[in-house]
Every structure is written in C-alpha cells, then in structure tokens.
C-alpha cells in the first residue's frame, strides 16, 4: 500500500511538473529547453514521471528546472519528499523494531521452557 501511494503521488507530480512545463510564461521552460513538447505522448510522460520519481530518491536526471516558478516548485517537492522518505524509513525501522520484539519475546519464553524442563528432569 505505501508503495502504490508512492505511485500515485509521483504521477500526480509528473504531471503537474509537466504543465507547470508547457505553462510558463515569459521565461524558458524545461518542456522547451529540453525538446519535449514536440515527443509523443508515452515520451512526455516518461520524462515527467523519471523527473518525480528522482525528486524523491538520491537519483539524478538531466533535466532541470529553468525558471522561477519550476524552481519553486522542485523545492516544495524536495522538501515534502524528504518528509515522505523519512515517513516511510521510519515505518519499516518500526516494523523491524516490532518483529525483533515479537521473536525477543518468544525466545525468552522457550528458553524459559527448557530451564523449566531441564530443573525438572523433563525430557
């Protein structure tokens, strides 16, 4: 589940950072900079997704943002994917303390068994 949300928010982001892309005004744009307004549909997307996907691992791309407002926004979404990376290391970090915890107590129990066994001359 946590890595589908992490799809659906990647794609969202895509493709926002795509017509954040093709909506500049005034300044160049990555779309225009890097030629990808003129690809199909399957390259533009591509692009975008590799450009999110990026922004919330220590990957790297060639694209870069190429104004004020593309800036900004790569920005916000560091920030809130450094949030959102942290937010999951530290559920799989609890997860693995939980089942280290689960079989720390199952060890005591079994060991407790057989120092019972043994005092008692249970075989």
Same mark, same amino acid.
């Given at each position: 589940?946590?890595?589908?949300?992490?799809?659906?928010?990647?794609?969202?982001?895509?493709?926002?950072?795509? !017509?954040?892309? +093709?909506?500049? %005004?005034?300044? $160049?744009?990555? @779309?225009?900079?890097?030629? =990808?307004? /003129?690809?199909? &549909?399957?390259?533009?997307?591509?692009?975008?997704?590799? !450009?999110?996907? +990026?922004?919330? %691992?220590?990957? $790297?791309?060639? @694209?870069?943002?190429?104004? =004020?407002? /593309?800036?900004? &926004?790569?920005?916000?979404?560091?920030?809130?994917?450094?949030?959102?990376?942290?937010?999951?290391?530290?559920?799989?970090?609890?997860?693995?303390?939980?089942?280290?915890?689960?079989?720390?107590?199952?060890?005591?129990?079994?060991?407790?068994?057989?120092?019972?066994?043994?005092?008692?001359?249970?075989?």
């Amino acid at each position: 589940s946590n890595m589908l949300a992490l799809l659906a928010v990647n794609h969202y982001v895509a493709c926002f950072w795509y !017509w954040l892309g +093709t909506n500049s %005004t005034g300044d $160049s744009s990555w @779309v225009d900079y890097y030629a =990808v307004r /003129e690809r199909g &549909f399957s390259a533009r997307y591509v692009v975008s997704l590799h !450009w999110s996907l +990026t922004q919330f %691992t220590p990957a $790297s791309m060639q @694209v870069l943002p190429r104004n =004020v407002s /593309e800036n900004a &926004f790569a920005v916000f979404i560091i920030i809130g994917g450094l949030l959102g990376f942290s937010t999951f290391v530290s559920s799989i970090t609890a997860s693995i303390t939980r089942l280290r915890g689960l079989h720390g107590s199952e060890m005591a129990k079994s060991f407790m068994l057989r120092r019972f066994l043994k005092e008692n001359s249970i075989s």
